[in-house]
T-cell receptor, first 110, second 119 residues
Framework: GQNIDQPTEMTATEGAIVQINCTYQ??????LFWYQQHAGEAPTFLSY????GLEEKGRFSSFLSRSKGYSYLLLKELQMKDSASYLC???????????FGTGTQLKVEL | GAVVSQHPSRVICKSGTSVKIECRSL??????MFWYRQFPKQSLMLMAT?????????EQGVEKDKFLINHASLTLSTLTVTSAHPEDSSFYIC???????????????FGPGTRLLVL
């Protein structure tokens, strides 16, 4: 079966840095996606890692280690609007089908 | 760019009726679209892969006769929930895969979702 694990909830302070971890064990791996999802809305794309290492995009960075089956999403200079669910997903197969983790609910506090 | 729309955004229906949900890629062509279902406080579960011009591929445990998928053009896929029951109440989300060659990332772009409530 496919197994993608993330912490269920995290809380951080506005202006701080938070790291959301994701470990995966899947049959097949094309790449690792991170999505942000606000309550009642569809997910929005944040990052996609294919190779090992760190990808930086403004306040968001994502890291991948394929040998360890591990990724993290790093959010800097947290803002209240960053309060959302963050979904880790593995792309598999020829169609790059996504298998999602359960998501990490991040709460940003003052 | 890469906008995906869904219609309707919200639907309430009686048990036993059928509901059709449309997914459109507005500014790109998508030979592959995906349909997901999300129950409250759970993650997205892939239901099926919709391929333009061919039959959809369903994930294990998803009834193909209950969830009919039609991918009639490169910009439109429809999901019909037949004989809906209260347990089918959920948030249905589609995504469209932007083909390689247009961008380095093989990213799925998600629609805004359709909230279905079956009474």
């Amino acid at each position: 079966g496919q197994n993608i694990d993330q912490p269920t909830e995290m809380t951080a302070t506005e202006g701080a840095i938070v790291q959301i971890n994701c470990t995966y064990q899947t049959s097949g791996f094309n790449g690792l996606f991170w999505y942000q999802q606000h309550a009642g809305e569809a997910p929005t794309f944040l990052s996609y890692n294919v190779l090992d290492g760190l990808e930086e995009k403004g306040r968001f960075s994502s890291f991948l280690s394929r040998s360890k089956g591990y990724s993290y999403l790093l959010l800097k200079e947290l803002q209240m609007k960053d309060s959302a669910s963050y979904l880790c997903a593995v792309g598999r197969g020829g169609g790059n089908k996504l298998t999602f983790g359960t998501g990490t609910q991040l709460k940003v506090e003052l | 760019g890469a906008v995906v729309s869904q219609h309707p955004s919200r639907v309430i229906c009686k048990s036993g009726t059928s509901v059709k949900i449309e997914c459109r890629s507005l500014d790109f062509q998508a030979t592959t679209m995906f349909w997901y279902r999300q129950f409250p406080k759970q993650s997205l579960m892939l239901m099926a892969t919709s391929n333009e011009g061919s039959k959809a591929t369903y994930e294990q445990g998803v009834e193909k006769d209950k969830f009919l998928i039609n991918h009639a053009s490169l910009t439109l896929s429809t999901l019909t929930v037949t004989s809906a029951h209260p347990e089918d109440s959920s948030f249905y989300i589609c995504s469209a895969r932007r083909e390689p060659g247009l961008a380095l990332e093989e990213t799925q772009y998600f629609g805004p979702g359709t909230r279905l409530l079956v009474l």
